[in-house]
């Protein structure tokens, strides 16, 4: 089990001393947010984390075709690929608050599958055709790990397609990372892949306290930005099949989520709405135990990563992860 750690890309130093941290106490994967409007750019961050870390991998969580280029994407992955050998990974999605932000909509999900196709192929070196054109990165040659991020049952497919990784935002139930992780085996296996070759990575709140109303409270950005998703999923996907531990999320009330003012933020007024059960159905939270024991059941049913978000300054939380759940699980 990897235990991974996100971050925002704000306020450099904290960042970078953040990152340096969760390498030195065991994290396996840094991922950064790519969200032009809302924080600063993430491959500059990523670019001078890797030269101040010397294992932990980065990948960014998550960028997308509308706003970078697929070719643009591909070519600065592999850049610091080359220059950091085995410790990028470019992650992609459809888009969330990269593109919500300028009024755009998500990239469909059939066009998706070409960009992924296409970005392996980049990497790669090989050529691929771009309209009327036949285009390569004329210098890459080395495979770039693609992380794909999804949530509703096409997009699971997809990633168990054609990704290495499928980063999973439906909580942290166990029947929902079921029915996930479900839809993404059977996405690989219709692809002639064996499903054990896709890494799953369940992006999820994790705060270890033994205060649970801290822990909680710590925690509620997750269920508030996985509303969004699921609420789309409901909406344009009528055989979605999620089961009842994910559409009650969505079955209440909520006030306009704010981009601007809020997004992956716990004490934003967006999250006030949310029950204590509701957020403990997108989180990691309480005692060293009681997550120690959610971190097993989940990887029991697959999982390969915890990505633990967002801990952009979270010094202590970052070295009670690394002796209270990072050691013991890697002892066993």
Known sequence: MIIGAQFLCEDFPTYLESVKLAEKNGYGRAWVVDSQMLWEDAYVYMACALNETESIKLGTAVSNPITRHYTVCASAAA????MHPGRMILGLGR???AIRTLGYKQLATAKMEHVLK???????GEKVQENDAEICLRWAHDEVPIMYA????????????LADIVMLQVGTHPSAVRWAIEHVHAGAREAGRDPAEVNISLLCGMWVSDDQREAL???RWSAACAANHLDDVSRRVADHGMPEELTRLIAVRRDHYDYYDGHLDSDAEHT???TDELIADYAIA???EHCRNAIRELQALG???ISSAYLNGAYDQIKRVGDEIIKPLAAE
């Not at 850049?79 to 080359?82: G, K, N, Q, S």
């Not at 296409?118 to 790669?124: D, E, F």
């Open 79 to 82: 850049t610091l690929a080359r």
């Open 95 to 97: 888009g969330d608050s």
């Open 118 to 124: 296409k970005v392996r192929a980049l990497t790669l």
């Open 150 to 161: 999804a949530t509703g049952p096409r997009n699971l497919r997809l990633g168990g397609a």
């Open 217 to 219: 409270d710590k925690t």
């Open 272 to 274: 006030e709405y949310l």
């Open 286 to 288: 309480g005692t060293a």
């Open 303 to 305: 999982v390969g990563e």
